[in-house]
């Protein structure tokens, strides 16, 4: 036998075992114990080889056997504390992520498609763009969202066992977690797959301790077990931070190429997927060379793949990178217009009324919410707005204690889309300043006349367009109105009255009709909301003298009654509001209420029309700012002339013009409210098709006798044109009697026949 053979061996359970190979010799065993023997001189001393190899065997298989021991305990111990003690859920619902998100705002571009204006968001700059595998493999030219290359591009170099694994790439989690406590590699190992990573996305968990790096394996794999790998990718593309405060690839494309993502090219696709492995260094923008070296990198990865033909990555690898890196691609502004602080207020109000929230919270929604707001605004209207209330030269008279006149105004169309406003005079400074044309409470002074006393009292058939009322002195429990001229003048029309602003007039209507029966309908069907219950009251209601005030968005939106047939509609900034997936929050309803009857519109339309046109009409120097088209319109004066207003419309829109100073004093000069909207009217207006209003069947045109405001006959010797509703029409004046007239349409026809026949009488002659 040979004295270096192995006797024994290991059992696969690390016990030592017989060889077999010869029997176990005990009296042999013991001789080889005995103490060694003096060698022979001539054979010299010898070495224990065999024990010496035996010994290294017997060592490194025990540390095979303790290390393997050791693995699997690990492992063992590692898969009992993640599937029994980590909570692996995700709360998130990647159908529909509550992340924070870009809000929006769109303008419609005049021939019904919207078109992006301005962006506002939070903390985090994020627009969300869908994914299609289907339409962006097809290259569907319809196809808006995000595109396949782009897709192809972030897996090939982040992930490129996206589709095979189930959320975890263990070969490269193991490589990182060894890596963390032997130290094989200089840096840090990757060991994040795609899934992975919008796990830390949505967690915003990115702690460097083994215990987050296994709670984030078990929520990777609890997404992969819930959700298609296309709505994982498509949340990851959303998410991933991009550098310069851009989230989500649709923001990076609009700030790095000034470019929507689906229109990226192969080679700014690469560029893209490039950068976030580290924003800042990676940035095109800011290192360049590091992008461009690791952008090859990508579009070698995609070939080596197979997602690109060699041909295509030679080209893309060659290709020009056209860098716009600009933030005025991102369609922000550093200041809001008034618009656009007027309208997040509105959809905050709405939030909350709609859905119970409370400010803050809805305030926070609105900025992170991803919302896209179709708004009303029309910007040319809105530029002309800004253009005249800028000019301070002009407009910004010093008050007495050297203030700056301020003023604001409001446009809109007759469906209650408000198309326009500002809220002061001069440069707007900051956002969500003071709005005037919407915050400002004034006293509405005369232009409360029509919409408190006249209109409703017209609708109730208390009076007609000329009616006889008496300007006298009247008493009212010790208050007695005075008006503006200090004077009385005796038995007028109601058209008279209203052309020259009486003020005693409309308080006689509102004290026969009932100042709870006036209150009602501003409040009600006006949305009126700013008056208090001290307006319920005479001198509030009849000539404007109120405690809580209105704006000039609740002032265009009552006198716009007068322009669109009675009917109201609740102004508004936008007309929908939907989420980041489409889904809508908030619609306008653009159903109308009936505020007073179509007749009654059409008679007031035609009264405030004489303020204009009148030959002693309060308004007349407005007569000449749109000279194609006619306008109605009603002045305004408070008290020690403290406001001034002028409030009126054209066929196309109804505008309502504040000045005064914040700080209440006398605005010197009266007409400025009037200069001023026509400035803005005028310059809308211009190019514009000459358009009518139209007027209801059920009014008529007559002549009436302007002294006893019965209709006319030929007998009278003073007649002039009104409007009357068919179901309250006066009589006949009977004072001159003569033929009685027909319509004036009757009487016109009459009239042109008998110039067409003295004409032809004419000619023959």
């Not at 010799?25 to 001789?31: E, G, R």
Request: a negative charge; proline letters at 3%.
């Amino acid at each position: 036998m040979d004295d270096n053979k192995d006797l024994f061996s290991y059992d696969n359970s690390g016990n030592l075992e017989e060889t077999g190979e010869t029997s176990f010799d005990l009296n042999s065993f013991a001789s080889r114990t005995e103490e060694p023997k003096e060698p022979s001189p001539k054979r010299g001393k010898r070495k224990n080889k065999g024990s010496r190899k035996e010994r290294v065997l017997r060592a490194v298989l025990t540390l095979f056997l303790v290390g393997l021991i050791t693995v699997s305990i690990v492992i063992s111990a590692f898969l009992l504390y993640a599937f029994t003690m980590v909570d692996g859920t995700m709360e998130e619902d990647l159908n529909d992520l509550k992340l924070n998100f870009t809000t929006t705002i769109y303008l419609d571009d005049g021939s019904g498609n919207y078109t992006e204006y301005q962006r506002l968001h939070g903390t985090f700059n994020r627009i969300w763009v869908s994914y299609d595998p289907q339409l962006a493999k097809k290259n569907d030219e319809s196809y808006e969202g995000i595109p396949q290359n782009l897709v192809n591009a972030f897996v090939a170099i982040e992930d490129k066992r996206f589709y095979a694994h189930q959320g975890v790439d263990w070969k490269r989690t193991f490589s990182a977690f060894a890596n963390m406590f032997l130290h094989f590699y200089d840096t840090n190992q990757g060991g994040s797959t795609i899934t992975q990573q919008l796990v830390k996305n949505l967690t915003g968990d990115t702690s460097q301790r083994p215990s987050r790096k296994i709670r984030e394996i078990m929520r990777a794999r609890y997404l992969e077990t819930h959700y298609a790998k296309d709505t994982i990718i498509e949340c990851y593309l959303n998410t991933i931070a991009m550098g310069h405060g851009t989230y989500g690839v649709e923001v990076a494309a609009n700030y790095y190429f000034g470019k929507s993502v689906k229109d990226l090219t192969l080679t700014e696709c690469a560029c893209l997927a490039a950068i976030t492995k580290s924003p800042t260094y990676y940035s095109p923008d800011d290192n360049p060379e590091a992008n461009l070296k690791r952008r090859n990198s990508v579009l070698y990865e995609m070939y080596d793949q197979g997602y690109i033909t060699k041909e295509e990555y030679e080209a893309a690898k060659d290709a020009e990178l056209n860098l716009v890196a600009s933030k005025e691609e991102l369609n922000e502004t550093e200041v809001n217009s008034y618009f656009v602080d007027a309208l997040i207020n509105q959809v905050v109000d709405d939030l909350c009324e709609k859905y119970g929230y409370e400010e803050k919270r809805a305030k926070n929604m609105f900025y992170s919410g991803g919302y896209k707001i179709y708004a009303t605004m029309d910007p040319n209207i809105q530029s002309t707005l800004e253009e005249v209330f800028k000019d301070v030269g002009t407009y910004g008279i010093k008050g007495k204690d050297g203030a700056t006149l301020q003023g604001s105004m409001t446009v809109m169309d007759y469906d209650g889309h408000v198309k326009g406003l500002v809220g002061g005079i001069g440069e707007k400074t900051g956002n969500l300043v003071l709005n005037r044309a919407t915050e400002a409470k004034r006293q509405p002074g005369s232009t409360m006349k029509p919409i408190a006393a006249y209109a409703p009292a017209i609708e109730q058939d208390l009076i007609h367009y000329s009616s006889i009322v008496n300007d006298t002195k009247t008493n009212y429990n010790g208050w007695t109105p005075v008006n503006w001229y200090n004077s009385y003048w005796g038995n007028i029309t109601v058209q008279y009255a209203l052309e020259r602003s009486v003020n005693t007039i409309p308080v006689q209507l509102v004290n026969k009709m009932g100042t709870q029966v006036s209150f009602d309908f501003l409040t009600k069907k006006l949305g009126i909301s700013t008056l208090t219950a001290e307006d319920v009251n005479l001198s509030p209601l009849g000539m404007g003298g109120t405690n809580g005030g209105i704006n000039t968005m609740q002032s265009a939106a009552a006198f716009a009654i007068f322009g669109n047939l009675g009917q109201y509609h609740a102004p508004t900034l936008y007309t929908k509001v939907t989420d980041q997936h489409g889904e809508t929050i908030l619609e306008y309803d653009s159903a109308p209420t009936v505020a007073i009857s179509e007749d009654t519109a059409t008679v007031m339309n035609h009264l405030l029309r004489t303020v204009v046109y009148g030959a002693n009409g309060t308004g007349k120097g407005a007569a000449g700012f749109i000279s194609n088209m006619k306008i109605y319109a009603k002045t305004g004066t408070s008290n020690n002339a403290n406001d001034l207003w002028f409030v009126g419309g054209s066929p196309y829109y109804v505008a309502s013009c504040w000045c005064g100073y914040d700080q209440q004093q006398k605005v010197s000069k009266s007409s400025i409210a009037r200069t001023m909207w026509g400035a803005v009217m005028s310059k809308i207006h211009s190019g514009l098709e000459p358009k009518e209003f139209a007027d209801s069947p059920y009014a008529t045109e007559r002549y009436y006798c302007t002294s006893t405001g019965n209709l006319a006959t030929s007998a009278c010797p003073s007649k002039a044109l009104g409007w009357y509703k068919k179901s309250n029409t006066p009589d006949y004046c009977t004072e001159h009697s003569g033929e009685k007239l027909g319509t004036a349409d009757e009487i016109r026809k009459q009239e042109a026949a008998a110039s067409s026949e003295a004409e032809a009488s004419s000619n023959e002659e």
